[in-house]
């Protein structure tokens, strides 16, 4: 199995609910990552798992709230966002190396497309 | 700052042509710049070059990487229709778990 998964693939909120967001991979993979994109931006990193501990939070409101069960599995909770938050989520995975020689090219999944009414 | 820049932001080009995408950028900590292939949802992955292997072919496409002058170049010969996408070039750094800095993008269309 080589690929990302995320669901749901759409996400359509009110401001007041709260949702989650889910990724799996079972490539052996121990680094997990949350990225957000707007249209025509790339990609910008959220969080990074490393080992399933938060290793880097890029200073993301706590209206976010990401989780790492296992080290397959991914999750983002969504709780009051707002409509800025409106977004491709995608999550992305890679083998996890603390030594220079270690080049670990991340894979990403399809994403969620999320709408904050 | 880190900061990955991409050139040019758009091109449109007619089928069979040649094209040439630029990646130049300024991190600390360098590790390795990857370009990526991003049609309607998720980047796909292309190339991974680093000071150990700084040239990258697969079919069409090859990469390289000039350390010396902190930028990358995408090559795509005889393109096709199905290379329209956005091609992103993002750079590694030394961490525990890869941060990846994104340059903008190149909009690529490919006309028949």
């Known amino acids: 199995d080589t690929e990302v998964t995320q669901t749901p693939k759409h996400l359509v909120m009110g401001m007041t609910n709260k949702k989650s967001l889910k990724c799996e991979q079972h490539m052996g993979h121990r680094a997990m990552y949350w990225y957000k994109q707007k249209a025509k931006k790339p990609p910008e990193l959220m969080f990074v798992?490393?080992?399933?501990?938060?290793?880097i939070n890029e200073s993301v409101p706590s209206r976010f709230s990401p989780e790492c069960p296992n080290s397959s599995l991914l999750n983002l909770h969504l709780h009051a966002l707002q409509p800025e938050d409106s977004a491709l989520y995608l999550c992305a995975s890679s083998r996890a190396g603390i030594m220079i020689s270690s080049y670990n090219e991340q894979f990403f999944g399809p994403g969620t497309r999320l709408t904050v009414l | 700052e880190d900061k990955v820049v991409q050139s040019p932001l758009s091109l449109v080009v007619h089928e069979g042509d040649t094209v040439t995408l630029n990646c130049s950028y300024e991190?600390?900590?360098?590790?390795?710049l990857l370009w990526y292939k991003q049609e309607k949802k998720a980047p796909t992955f292309l190339f991974m070059l680093t000071s150990s292997g700084i040239e990258k072919k697969s079919g069409r496409l090859s990469s390289i990487l000039d350390k010396k002058e902190l930028s990358s170049i995408l090559n795509i010969t005889a393109t096709q229709t199905g290379d329209s996408a956005i091609y992103l070039c993002a750079v590694s750094k030394s961490e525990g778990a890869q941060k990846l800095v994104f340059g903008q993008g190149t909009r690529l269309t490919i006309n028949p």
């Open positions: 798992y490393s080992y399933e501990k938060l290793s």
């Open positions: 991190v600390t900590n360098f590790r390795s």
